[in-house]
């Protein structure tokens, strides 16, 4: 016997009306109408920003235009530990380098849905692009 599956990890079926022409096409080309549907929605709401999403890049923008480092280790150390305070969800500074006098870096976070959302940043001479 199966073992019964967790209810966050259960999915919910839904009906929807398409064209028959469009259905036929589908049906032509034997796609998986389900995973189609689904791979649809994962983009439509991957793309969106969400709460978690804002709130990273308000926190990650002021933080970096007040402060100056020596370091890219104590840039890293300094910006983790301030979301780490303000945040109550684990994020992740990451691939922090500086070329050609700007400084790029990463933030990694799961979004509301439990989907892996990765900010850029990018210090430059002008401002900070988040």
């Known amino acids: 016997m199966n073992p019964r599956k967790k209810e966050e ?15 036929k096409k589908m049906d032509d080309e034997m796609i ?10 994962n983009e439509h709401y991957g793309k969106q920003k969400t709460y978690k999403g804002m709130l990273v890049e308000i926190i990650v923008k002021s933080f970096l235009q007040e402060h100056l480092y020596d370091s890219v280790d104590e840039l890293i150390e300094k910006l983790q530990e301030r ?24 933030i990694h976070f799961n979004d509301e849905n439990n989907m892996v ?12 692009i988040v």
């Open 117 to 128: 959302k990765v900010i850029d940043f990018t210090i430059t001479s002008n401002g900070v």
């Open 83 to 106: 979301l780490n305070l303000n945040l109550n969800f684990e994020t992740n500074v990451f691939n922090v380098e500086t070329k050609n006098g700007h400084t790029f870096g990463k």
């Open 9 to 23: 990890d259960k999915k919910v079926k839904f009906g929807i009306c398409v064209d028959p022409i469009i259905y």
């Open 32 to 41: 998986n109408k389900s995973r189609l549907i689904e791979t649809l929605l």
